[in-house]
């Protein structure tokens, strides 16, 4: 089945920008979505089909999708983005969704 | 406001079984596909199984084929998971979330709302 790979964990200085990327074989022909799940609590989508963000998510939140990794960028990143990400994509073969393996930001 | 709650979660011993429930509000369930997705302790995300809006298409994850079986009456609002044959590894959070499908041909489905998760533990 298709395999999606994320770093464990991207550390970044408040007010910086954090780059969480998502690997796949030919990703930049799938359409990927991007999860934030803050400790003790349930995934919230922040970026869908590629680029999208969902009503309330910050402006901040962007994501980009290109030949083998996709991308989501948080810009002016604070304390409460803390939290683990995964990225998800569809896996035409086997006809369900995949999850990448997780990254954990940590706000320094 | 969009809600999903799920129940049953449990204690259980191996090869025991468990009836997961998940109740919706806020949307018209019937024309939604809706999924489990489960969590072990310390771990990442993991699709379970879905089931479209009529219960006309079900799938499976590969591990939980002839184990699990995911229903949904569309008159309470309600989608189900019977588990059976449960081992250690299938402890975890389950949680139910709606599926919305991409805009890109081929795109599959996403998953734009989630409830809180409900914990099963299989241990002796």
């Known amino acids: 089945s298709y395999v999606l790979t994320q770093p464990p964990s991207v550390s970044v200085a408040p007010g910086q920008t954090a780059r969480i990327t998502c690997g796949g074989n030919?990703?930049?022909?799938?359409?990927v979505h991007w999860y934030q799940q803050k400790p003790g609590q349930a995934p919230v989508l922040v970026v869908y089909?590629?680029?999208a963000r969902p009503s309330g998510i910050p402006e901040r939140f962007s994501g980009s999708n290109s030949g083998n990794t996709a991308t989501l960028t948080i810009s002016r990143v604070e304390a409460g983005d803390e939290a683990d990400f995964y990225c998800?994509?569809?896996?035409?073969?086997?006809?369900?969704?995949?999850f990448g393996g997780g990254t954990k930001l940590t706000v320094l | 406001e969009v809600q999903l709650v799920e129940s049953g979660g449990v204690l259980v011993k191996p090869g025991g079984s468990l009836r997961l429930s998940c109740a919706v509000s806020g949307f018209t369930f019937s024309s939604y596909t809706m999924n489990w997705v489960r969590q072990a302790p310390g771990k990442g995300l993991e699709w379970v199984s879905s089931?479209?809006?009529?219960?006309?298409?079900?799938n499976y994850a590969d591990s939980m084929k002839g184990r699990f079986t995911i229903s949904r009456d569309n008159a309470k609002n309600s989608l189900y998971l019977q588990m059976n044959s449960l081992r250690a590894e299938d402890t975890a959070v389950y949680y139910c979330?709606?599926?919305?499908?991409?805009?890109?041909?081929?795109?599959?489905?996403?998953?734009?709302?989630w409830g809180q998760g409900t914990l099963v533990t299989v241990s002796s």
């Open positions: 030919n990703i930049g022909t799938k359409s």
């Open positions: 979330a709606r599926g919305l499908e991409s805009g890109y041909d081929g795109g599959g489905e996403y998953f734009d709302y």
């Open positions: 089931i479209s809006s009529s219960s006309s298409y079900i």
């Open positions: 998800q994509v569809w896996d035409n073969s086997s006809d369900h969704p995949v």
């Open positions: 089909d590629d680029t």
